[in-house]
């Protein structure tokens, strides 16, 4: 499998202010999010526990779904939402605050993009160390392997150019379906009285940190392979997010604060708050392809 990324981030980023043809591909049938995310990367439970070690717990949001046809479903705020076993079924991944990109060789705008992607390389900024996430390090080999579209394929098709080089073995290692997701990267949280108003929050995009940080304790306090959670670490962690602290927690507010409207013209936003704030570097793509070439 090789891959083209320089000056795309499609995967990283929420292009579809960009994108003259709808991207819909995580909302087409089935079970829907309630969240209006793109590409949300799931983590698995030692994932989301790295991340609140590192101080990074408020890097993270959960997703919820409507029930497919067939699903069994519990609700909350009027809504029906896909449970298991009475118990609302969620995925915990990456926030995309809006940040001022210039992908695909466009002019620089606000998209949202992975809390992680520096908006000026286009590059990841824990690319290889121990935070980086297994669907990121995989990526788009998950997709091959279940041959569905892959974004490289999408951005190849609007904007043009080589993006999937090479589709050939696809990674699989991190590929969980099924009951062996239960506890691991599908989690089931165990009290849906805890969650007065937060689905309405999921749909409006008005999580408040409170909200993140429910998700986030039970998920790490699963125990895999079954629905069971220990309520002590939910609230450890709970409280360790509720705590966040990192070159990141400021910055997600710098951003919010600073950004017009998704797909605005982002040409005089100032790059440098992540960096400022102490954020890890990016190597730049000519550390990458010494000649300059994708
Ligand atoms: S969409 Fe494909 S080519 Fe673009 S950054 Fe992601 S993996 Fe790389
Ligand atoms: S963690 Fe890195 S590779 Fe994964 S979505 Fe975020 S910026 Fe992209």
Redesign the pocket.
């Known amino acids: 499998m090789e891959v083209n990324c320089e000056g795309c ?1 499609g ?2 980023i929420d292009w579809r202010p960009v994108s003259p043809v709808p991207l819909d591909h995580e909302r087409r049938s089935g079970r829907l999010p309630l969240d209006d995310t793109y590409n949300l ?1 799931s983590l698995t439970r030692d994932e989301i526990g790295r991340f609140v070690d590192a101080g990074h717990g408020d890097a993270l949001t959960p997703r919820l779904w409507r029930p497919a046809d067939g699903d069994a479903s519990v609700t909350i705020d009027d809504r029906a939402v896909a449970a298991i076993d009475g118990r609302p079924a969620f995925v915990v991944g ?1 926030r995309k605050p809006p940040k001022p990109v210039a992908p695909f060789g466009l002019d620089r705008r606000w998209l949202r ?5 520096d908006p000026d390389s286009l590059q ?4 290889g160390d121990h935070l ?2 297994g ?2 390090a995989d ?1 788009p080999g998950h997709n091959l392997a279940l041959d569905r579209e892959t974004e490289c394929e999408r951005v190849e098709r609007v904007y043009g150019g080589e993006r999937l080089v090479d589709g050939r073995d696809p990674p699989t290692g991190h590929l969980r379906l099924g009951p062996a997701a239960l506890g691991t990267t599908v989690f089931a949280h165990p009290d849906p009285a805890r969650l007065d108003g937060v689905a309405d929050r999921l749909v409006a995009g008005t999580l408040r940190p409170a909200d993140r940080a429910e998700f986030v304790g039970y998920a790490v306090a699963s125990l895999p392979g079954s629905l069971t959670v220990d309520d002590d670490r939910a609230a450890a962690v709970r409280e360790a997010v509720l705590g966040s602290s990192s070159w990141l927690s400021g910055v997600l507010d710098a951003w919010a604060a600073r950004a017009t409207a998704v797909g605005d013209d982002a040409s005089n936003a100032a790059l440098g708050i992540e960096d400022e704030a102490g954020a890890p570097a990016t190597p730049g793509w000519d550390a990458i392809h010494p000649g300059g070439e994708g």
């Open positions: 981030a995967c990283c990367v990456l993009g992975c809390v992680f992607l990841c900024r824990i690319h980086y996430p669907e990121c990526y």
